[in-house]
């Protein structure tokens, strides 16, 4: 065998073992998870996730409270579709990144924004008597009509 004939074959085996490589790399980025469990709360899972997972999760210690038991059955899911079903049906949602899971309350409808709950009001202010334009005044509102 030939110097050249040498270097091809090892350039192919270099080829051949980087793919290699990066097959197993991105196998072991995407963890799977497997888990069981039946009228558990939500920590217990996240807990388990984490186990298996090595996602980090940010939360309120109270924020589970108001939450349901949960019951899990997964077999070789995604960490996303864990999080999906045991999160389904409750008030929370979270978002992924870099490892990093931050769960959070949804809003509901009967708690906005403060600015969606502030209206513009625009008219003008008249003396009844007088029919003349009152200035610098504030206006209350006493009812929660709109």
């Given amino acids: 065998m030939s110097f050249y004939q040498c270097m091809r074959v090892m350039k192919i085996t270099m080829v051949f073992l980087t793919c290699l490589l990066v097959k197993v790399s991105a196998f072991t980025y995407g963890q799977r998870i497997t888990l069981n469990k039946q009228n558990s709360h939500i920590p217990a899972i996240l807990k388990e996730i984490r186990q298996q997972s090595g996602y980090d999760f940010f939360y309120d210690n109270g924020l589970f409270n108001r939450a349901k038991p949960v019951n899990v059955n997964l077999n070789n899911a995604t960490v996303e579709e864990a ?64």
């Fill in 83 to 146: 999080l999906n079903i045991c999160f389904a049906g409750q008030p929370f949602g979270y978002v992924v990144k870099n490892k990093l899971v931050v769960v959070t309350a949804l809003r509901t409808a009967l708690e906005k924004p403060a600015d969606v709950l502030q209206q513009r009001l625009v008219g003008r202010v008249i003396d009844q008597q007088t029919k003349r334009t009152l200035a610098s005044v504030s206006i209350r509102i006493w009812r929660n009509e709109f």
